[in-house]
């Protein structure tokens, strides 16, 4: 059996009010596309999956090309039939073909694999994915044959409802399965009769049912899993599911989550054992965190790597890095993409770092910004030191070695070189090399007249007396 499994993700969305297409909203940290694909991927390799986009196709296809599906347009959107529609010669191959919304982004693997399973068990034209959630407004709903027996006669659109049908409680999922064949003979000729003048794909059951093919609900899907995301409130409420299932399997798994309410933590995100993460912490995209660190509260970490014993204190920003055990940060430190901070190291208070590696037991305590720096093992590096990486044209390395002293209020003047063992002194302009377990300083002399203040005072007073 070839499957292959198609997604709808051409439509506009109108109900969002956004200059954004639907399918690149995100919730959890994704684009609900993501989410499906990433559901759908689980099922089949990603060639065949084959994606209808038409709103902003161009920005669509290039939020999910990664993943290595195809394409197809669909130019004008005139409905979830000719989505369908749209993607007849690029599934010729398949005999199974699953449809998926991409805007019904929680919906998980298995549930894809058991409406498979089912509809080939039951040898349907069509089955259709179904949940009875406490609401159903605004949903298609689902109407049998017989309550207790799988057959389908019709899908009815909320809008579409007649008197008694509001009770139907089973409603459509926006998720199908169908042997090809029979979807294609029949799609042709659907009719834009209705109250949005368009190609309901859902106007397939009722074709199917009465061309004499079988057509079956499998109601199987978690309500929550099927919600679909037609409006901001409904895709903020997906989003907290989503986060609230990811800090939820944390806790599962050891971490310490307070008021678990407040933070945001995204689907992929790893934490060990042991962690203790505070109140309004952000814990976001490919995150790892090992065991017994502490997140303090208001931090942001992104697509970044902590080791274990490492110390976030409250209100950093740190992303894309790479962090080892027993480091310290912050409060107030923030890390742009691509430094690495080493074993023990500490980055305190109000210090940048961009693109720097910090060695094992080296401090940047307070006011300083590293650009383009390596620093090496058991460095400390003053107060108000300050790299000055750009010459307003192109970026500079600073290399500084081991064991140094820099003292505070240093501009080192990048590119520039700092031995190991050198010492810096407070207030310099580094502008050359400084060789290993030199002194270097660079600033103007002091100097000092004694007696200086005390004359200019008399001088004042002299004056006020003559006026
Ligand atoms: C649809 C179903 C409804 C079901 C609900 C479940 C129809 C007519 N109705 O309604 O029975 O209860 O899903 O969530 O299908 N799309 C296209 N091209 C188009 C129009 C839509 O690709 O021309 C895509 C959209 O981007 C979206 C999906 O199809 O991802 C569903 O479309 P949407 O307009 O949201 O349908 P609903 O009104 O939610
Ligand atoms: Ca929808």
Redesign the pocket.
């Known amino acids: 059996m070839g499957l292959g499994i198609v997604i709808?993700?051409?439509?506009k969305?109108t109900r969002l009010k956004s200059r954004r297409a639907?399918?690149l909203h995100e919730i959890g940290g994704k684009p609900l596309l993501c989410h499906v694909i990433a559901a759908a991927a689980q099922v089949v390799p990603p060639h065949d999956i084959v994606v209808?986009v038409?709103h902003q196709a161009e920005a669509v296809e290039a939020a999910v090309r990664n993943t290595g599906v195809r394409f197809v347009v669909?130019e004008e959107?005139?409905?979830?039939g000719?989505?369908v529609q749209c993607a007849e010669r690029e599934t010729r191959e398949y005999d199974e073909l699953i449809v998926l919304?991409?805007?019904?982004p929680l919906l998980q693997s298995g549930t894809i694999v058991a409406l498979r399973d089912f509809h080939l068990w039951e040898r349907a034209a069509m089955t259709i994915l179904t949940a009875r959630p406490a609401n159903p407004a605004g949903?298609?709903r689902v109407l049998r044959k017989r309550p207790e027996a799988p057959e389908v006669t019709a899908?009815v659109?909320q809008k579409a409802l007649r008197a008694g049908e509001e009770d139907v409680s089973e409603?459509?999922?926006?998720i199908y399965a169908f042997r090809r064949e029979a979807l294609y003979r029949h799609i042709g000729q659907l009719r834009a009769d209705n109250a949005h003048r368009?190609l309901?794909?859902?106007d397939v059951a009722r074709m199917l049912h009465e061309a004499g093919e079988r057509v079956v609900a499998f109601d199987a899907a978690q309500a929550t899993e099927?919600l679909?995301a037609?409006t901001i409130a409904e895709m903020m409420e997906l989003d907290r599911q989503l986060r609230m299932r990811a800090v939820e399997r944390l806790m599962a798994e050891g971490v310490s989550v307070y008021r678990p309410e407040t933070v945001t933590i995204d689907p992929g995100v790893e934490v060990g054992p042991d962690t203790v993460i505070e109140p309004f912490a952000q814990l976001l995209g490919e995150t790892r965190v090992g065991s017994d660190c502490r997140i303090q509260s208001y931090s942001v970490i992104r697509n970044s790597t902590l080791g274990d014993r490492v110390t976030i204190l409250e209100g950093c920003v740190i992303a894309d890095a790479q962090i080892e055990k027993g480091a310290q940060l912050g409060p107030y430190a923030h890390l742009r993409p691509g430094c690495s901070i080493g074993e023990g190291a500490k980055i305190g208070n109000f210090v940048e770092a961009k693109k720097t590696r910090l060695g094992a037991g080296s401090k940047a305590n307070h006011l300083t910004y590293l650009g383009d720096a390596q620093v090496g093992k058991g460095t400390n590096i003053g107060a108000g030191t300050i790299t000055c990486n750009y010459d307003g044209v192109a970026k500079h390395p600073t290399l500084i070695g081991d064991g140094v002293f820099i003292g505070s209020d240093t501009a080192l003047v990048a590119p520039v070189v700092i031995g190991d063992g050198a010492y810096i002194g407070a207030g310099s302009v580094i502008t050359k090399d400084v060789p290993a377990d030199a002194l270097a300083v660079g600033r103007a002399q002091q100097v000092t007249k004694e007696g200086w203040a005390k004359n200019r005072r008399a001088q004042q007073e002299a004056r006020k007396g003559q006026s």
């Open positions: 709808m993700a051409a439509g969305g639907k399918v209808v038409g669909q959107q005139r409905g979830t000719h989505a919304s991409g805007d019904v949903y298609g899908i659109e409603i459509n999922a926006g368009e309901y794909l859902t099927v679909g037609n």
